[in-house]
């Protein structure tokens, strides 16, 4: 059975960076074709996907948000990160990591989610 856990800092200061964790059991981070995913959802919004690393190092992210998103893995830790630089409230969301099978977009395993609210 896999399992995500998301972990990070709850409250953020406008203009900082936003850092998150996801940390991996049950299933490497490097095994071929998965690909662990940064999904948010801000308060009465729907769930916005902000990007992506492969089983092989690989990323990719959404347009919208590419230049000022950063994610990046510890295999040695079975990890992935998060790094959103610059955020404002409107980076306020629910934040979830999630497994992809071959980067289809559909998600089989899911973390809990963890909220994140920027304000001064």
């Known amino acids: 059975q896999v399992q995500l856990q998301e972990s990070g800092p709850g409250l953020v200061k406008p203009s900082q960076t936003l850092s998150l964790t996801c940390t991996v059991s049950g299933g490497s981070i490097t095994t071929s074709y998965y690909y662990w995913s940064w999904i948010r959802q801000p308060p009465g919004k729907g769930l916005e996907w902000m990007g992506a690393i492969g089983y092989d190092g690989s990323t990719d992210y959404s347009p919208s948000l590419k230049s000022h998103t950063s994610i990046s893995r510890d295999t040695s830790k079975n990890q992935f990160s998060l790094q959103l630089s610059s955020v404002t409230p409107e980076d306020t969301a629910v934040y979830y990591c999630?497994?992809?099978?071959?980067?289809?977009?559909?998600?089989?395993?899911w973390g809990q989610g963890t909220q994140v609210t920027v304000s001064s």
């Open positions: 999630a497994r992809d099978p071959y980067g289809s977009g559909r998600y089989d395993y």
